[in-house]
């Protein structure tokens, strides 16, 4: 789960990371509010939008008066921000960050999330903040530097003052620098995130090292023990059908193809993608109902696909284990009945109750192609692709 920047720094706040002064707008005159309330020019207004890359799409702004604020927060608010993260798409801006301008002196990147290749957490830091990290691990990657710290020993402060030192920092920084690692690293483990992430970090003329930015992502499978942060779910920063998905813990994506497709694991939801690609089509969601989905699950899985119009066939693939076969065909069939079925539906199953499964569908007097085996699955998608 993604939140928002202003979202991220209360939550800085509460560990004692040193965030800069501002507060969220969802408003003109909300903007001019806390930029009275801060008393001081320069001001930055920042939309709040769940991607990065905001600053160079026209998102973030520098104010110099009450009326450079008024004009700049008229431009965002409602704007349609477009950004790499966003897609041509974009976004739509419904609330802005007004903050204190600071005096910088460096901009720095400071990262933490899991680095599954070493069942580790990767703690990254870089002096080329500001930058996307991706562009400066492939053009400057000895600008990076990186610890991995074990789970079970957690970061100490060893660890922290190891990147002080690669940062180069000057001694009156390395001092904040490592109780604010140590804060973040808690914050992390505290919070189940998935991702931590300070673009850019700043140090200032005046001597302090504040997190000019802030990006927290958590791990969905870890809310469950973390009621409070799901009130910081923003439900216009996601897709709607994904939204719709989560209500019956349907793990779904949206995509930009035209085969949607049903699976039974995440593996299997891979290797179904790579072979409608195979087939001359590109795969229009990733939809896992999982093991243990019940007819119901089937049903609203199926719902969903189909409310995607950019869908010109579907293509159900599963290995019947613990979803058995019948009951995945008892909820195609419950779907089918209810929800008017414009497009080709592909579907190939093995595992437990296969023969009863394919009986079902074949009884259920709908226009439904059932595959023999994948081999047969995939000529009936390409068919389908090529019309």
């Known amino acids: 789960m993604k939140i928002h920047e202003y979202q991220a720094k209360q939550i800085f706040a509460k560990y004692s990371i040193p965030v800069s002064k501002g507060k969220v707008a969802f408003s003109v005159d909300e903007a001019l509010s806390v930029a009275k309330e801060l008393g001081k020019y320069p001001v930055v207004l920042k939309a709040q939008i769940h991607a990065g890359g905001r600053g160079k799409g026209g998102g973030v702004k520098l104010a110099n008066s009450e009326s450079e604020v008024k004009e700049l927060a008229s431009s965002l608010i409602g704007m349609t921000l477009v950004t790499h993260q ?43 903040g500001g930058m996307d990290i991706e562009e400066v691990a492939a053009k400057e990657p000895e600008k990076i530097i990186k610890v991995n710290v074990d789970p079970l020993l957690g970061l100490q402060p060893y660890h922290a003052r190891q990147l002080a030192f690669g940062l180069k920092l000057a001694p009156e920084f390395v001092k904040q620098f490592v109780p604010m690692a140590l804060s973040l690293y808690k914050l992390f483990v505290e919070n189940d ?11 200032t003329f005046d001597g302090r090292l504040i997190a000019l930015d802030a990006k927290i992502n958590f791990d969905d499978n870890g809310l469950i023990r973390h009621k409070e942060l799901l009130e910081l779910r923003d439900p216009d920063e996601e897709d709607p059908l994904e939204l719709e998905a989560s209500k019956y813990n349907l793990n779904y994506i949206k995509m930009n193809g035209n085969i949607g497709n049903m699976v039974n694991g995440a593996g299997l939801a891979m290797a179904t993608m790579d072979l409608i690609k195979l087939a001359g ?35 159900i693939n599963i290995f019947g284990g613990i979803l058995r076969c019948d ?27 296969v023969e009863k499964g394919r009986e079902i569908l074949q009884q259920s007097g709908l226009n439904l192609i059932v595959a023999s085996d994948l081999k047969d699955a995939a000529q009936k998608v390409a068919a389908i692709a090529r019309n």
């Open 86 to 128: 966003t897609g041509p798409e974009g976004k739509i801006v419904k609330k802005i960050l007004v903050e204190e301008g600071l005096p910088i002196e460096s901009e720095l990147y400071f990262g933490m999330l899991p680095d599954r290749a070493t069942g580790t957490i990767a703690v990254m830091v870089s002096s080329a």
């Open 193 to 203: 995130c998935s991702l931590v992430e300070i673009n850019p970090l700043i140090t």
């Open 281 to 315: 089509a590109e795969p229009a969601n990733f939809l896992d109902v999982g093991g243990g989905a019940s007819a119901e699950m089937v049903e609203k899985g199926f719902r969903i696909i189909l409310s995607d119009p950019n869908v010109k066939g579907v293509f």
């Open 327 to 353: 009951v995945l065909a008892e909820g195609i069939v419950q779907a089918a009945k209810k929800v008017e079925v414009k497009v080709p539906v592909v579907i190939r199953m093995e595992g437990t109750n």
